[in-house]
């Protein structure tokens, strides 16, 4: 645990040690959340191409969900 002092515009220096072991870096941007009076939780929004990679594989191609949809609008025309 690290004790961090509020600056006057409410900025807030996260020691390098802890920055690190979150794997925030120069730049990168984080999600503040109040828990009620006191406990804030802090993250680090992962970058776009970490979410590309992540999902990668995950999701249908276009093609298959453009039939989908193809096939969607013709049961409704019909039925």
Do not use: H, N, Y
């Not at 970058?47 to 249908?60: D, S």
């Amino acid at each position: 645990m690290t004790i961090v002092k509020i600056g006057r515009r409410g900025s807030v220096v996260i020691p390098s040690e802890e920055r690190r072991k979150a794997e925030i870096e120069e730049g990168d941007r984080v999600e503040v959340v109040a828990r009620g009076p006191g406990p804030l939780v802090l993250r680090r929004v992962p970058k776009l191409k970490e979410a590309q990679k992540k999902m990668a594989g995950r999701l249908p191609q276009w093609r298959e969900l453009e039939g989908k949809a193809d096939e969607l609008a013709e049961k409704e025309v019909k039925g």
